[in-house]
């Protein structure tokens, strides 16, 4: 459990168990399930997420306690800026991207459109049946695997043909999704209290962080080398990170 896409898989693969209340800790990688009937009827379902998902203890309880209240306006308020920053980012990076020759500014640009997507889901599921909610996660995930798959076929085509990324435009547009994602990081960590979520969206804008300075530091060596490679090393990783997460999503039933 490391982002918010993975909670919100667990939230809806545990959709169906009746009076369920789940409790995340984030920091321990641990989730703790509420629920009546066996705890091979939740543990089922998580195993299909491939998350890594174990039984560690089981034991009765007399009834599910309640979930903690939230400040629900809060959050939605927060979720929205978060949703608005990493969309207008996608927009700039793939637009940037393209004019630089940049693998890594597209595929950066493919994180910020699935975290986009991640937001964008999580408000909309707010008040929705399950079943619309695995629909619009699903959206979400064929759109993510969708400019995921064209962000390594581009790698692949620019490895064989050959590219001249722009250094000076992958580094400064980097630095624009690095101020973006310290934004979002600074957002996530005035309101990590709100609950689980708030917790893991910090955890995934720390994660953004570490992509952003990854291609300013391939426009470097573009810059410093001359060759196009590390913009191509750095496109094909961060591309791979965003297919996996759409496999996840896309993994749900």
Not at 31 to 58: D, F, I, K, S, Y
Not at 92 to 108: H, K, M, N, R
């Amino acid at each position: 459990m490391d982002c918010p896409s993975e909670e919100n898989l667990i939230r809806m693969a545990l959709r169906d168990l009746p009076d369920v209340v789940l409790a995340f800790d984030l920091a321990q990688r641990r989730l703790t399930v509420q629920h009546p009937g066996p705890a091979e009827a939740a543990l089922a379902r998580l195993e299909r997420l491939n998350l890594g998902a174990r039984l560690a203890h089981t034991e009765p309880v007399a009834q599910p306690s309640a979930p903690p209240a939230s400040t629900d306006a809060t959050e939605s308020r927060v979720l929205w800026t978060l949703l608005a920053i990493n969309g207008a980012m996608f927009l700039l990076e793939i637009g940037v991207g393209i004019v630089a020759q940049s693998t890594g500014l597209l595929a950066d640009a493919m994180d910020m459109f699935a975290d986009a997507a991640v937001y964008g889901v999580a408000l909309f599921a707010v008040g929705r049946s399950a079943a619309r909610k695995v629909q619009a996660a699903h959206l979400a995930g064929w759109l993510q695997l969708t400019l995921a798959l064209l962000a390594l076929a581009e790698v692949g085509r620019r490895w064989v043909q050959g590219s001249e990324p722009v250094s000076a435009l992958m580094m400064g547009v980097g630095v624009v999704a690095l101020v973006a994602n310290v934004a979002c990081l600074w957002l996530a960590a005035r309101h990590r209290g709100l609950g689980a979520h708030m917790k893991a969206s910090y955890i995934f804008s720390a994660n953004d962080v570490l992509a952003n300075l990854g291609v300013i530091v391939a426009g470097l060596l573009v810059a410093w080398t001359g060759s196009r490679v590390p913009d191509l090393v750095i496109g094909g990783v961060i591309g791979l990170v965003v297919l996996d997460g759409a496999r996840r999503i896309l993994a749900l039933r």
